[in-house]
């Protein structure tokens, strides 16, 4: 006989509370829908959709959330996360073990620069809509970010490309859903914005890069900032995946960042005795 009782019951039911899943024996309900009418009906993208707003997007909506997580997944091994995915395998570790530790360093410098870009994007958009027209919104709101955060823009300029080949893409998909009403299309109007102000201050080109592309689009979708980076790092999780089982597959032992004739630059004292301690 148990000795719950039928307090003890529900306090223990109640200890983790969620929307999101109502698991019985026999039964999984995703937000109201069994599991078995969203296989094979729902793709991945529109799974997560469901998964962090309630409801299902529409088909367009969905396939303007896949195509950002699509553009995100790999930059090769010069990105730390990526270059991180590979040393880790080399360490004897399992596949979940390389993914975690590459997925840990998607921070606010490598990481975050979609988070950022959607918070500049929605305070220049709350700038238009206190009466601002487009150009003085990003104006102001550009000084206000660059003295409250340095000179970096997040979502602009690429360490590799002059320009970056996803974010026109990206800006020509948001350009057709805005078209047939999926979405407004101000989140890509602010965008190229600020690209046209960062050109005039700098006297050269900073074209939008992928976060900042990507950054448009979970805007237009209605996203909060930290799901930007929560996207991202469901996206580019796919990429640590495929490099850390390739690492896998080509073999070697640990692995460093160089290979092991080049020696980091030593910077410390010059060779020297220890003293005489007696």
């Known amino acids: 006989m148990s000795d719950i009782n039928g307090n003890e019951a529900m306090e223990s039911a109640d200890w983790w509370r969620t929307s999101i899943i109502d698991m019985q024996p026999g039964s999984i309900r995703f937000r109201g829908y069994a599991i078995q009418d969203l296989i094979?009906?729902?793709?991945?993208?529109?799974?997560?959709?469901?998964?962090?707003?309630?409801?299902l997007p529409t088909r367009?909506?969905?396939?303007?959330?896949?195509?950002a997580l699509v553009a995100a997944v790999d930059h090769g091994p010069q990105a730390p996360s990526i270059a991180i995915s590979r040393m880790?395998?080399?360490?004897?570790?399992?596949?979940?073990?390389?993914?975690?530790?590459?997925?840990?360093?998607?921070?606010?410098?490598?990481?975050?620069?979609?988070?950022?870009?959607?918070e500049l994007y929605v305070r220049i958009d709350a700038s238009v809509q206190a009466g601002n027209d487009l150009a003085a919104a990003v104006a102001l709101e550009l000084d206000a970010y660059t003295q409250e955060h340095g000179k970096y823009v997040?979502?602009?300029?690429?360490?590799?490309?002059?320009?970056?080949?996803?974010?026109?893409?990206?800006?020509?998909?948001?350009?057709?859903?805005?078209?047939?009403?999926?979405?407004?299309?101000?989140?890509?109007?602010?965008?190229?914005?600020?690209?046209?102000?960062?050109?005039?201050?700098?006297?050269?080109?900073?074209?939008m890069n992928v976060d900042g592309a990507t950054a448009v689009i979970y805007a237009e979708l209605g996203f909060p900032p930290a799901l930007a980076r929560g996207l991202f790092c469901l996206s580019r999780s796919v990429g640590i995946?495929?490099?850390?089982?390739?690492?896998?597959?080509?073999?070697?032992?640990?692995?460093?960042?160089?290979?092991?004739?080049?020696?980091?630059?030593?910077?410390?004292?010059?060779?020297?005795?220890?003293?005489?301690?007696a």
């Open 88 to 118: 880790a395998s080399t360490c004897g570790v399992g596949l979940n073990n390389a993914m975690a530790s590459a997925l840990n360093v998607l921070g606010d410098v490598h990481g975050g620069a979609g988070e950022q870009a959607v």
């Open 154 to 207: 997040p979502g602009f300029g690429h360490r590799f490309h002059q320009l970056d080949p996803r974010a026109p893409r990206l800006l020509g998909l948001v350009d057709a859903a805005a078209a047939e009403q999926v979405v407004s299309g101000n989140f890509a109007a602010i965008g190229r914005a600020i690209e046209q102000t960062l050109q005039q201050r700098k006297n050269r080109p900073i074209p």
């Open 40 to 55: 094979g009906n729902v793709g991945f993208a529109e799974m997560a959709w469901l998964m962090m707003r309630g409801d």
């Open 241 to 277: 995946l495929a490099h850390a089982w390739e690492q896998m597959e080509q073999g070697g032992r640990n692995k460093g960042p160089m290979p092991r004739r080049f020696l980091p630059a030593y910077e410390g004292r010059v060779a020297r005795s220890l003293p005489d301690r």
């Open 60 to 67: 367009q909506q969905g396939s303007l959330l896949e195509a």
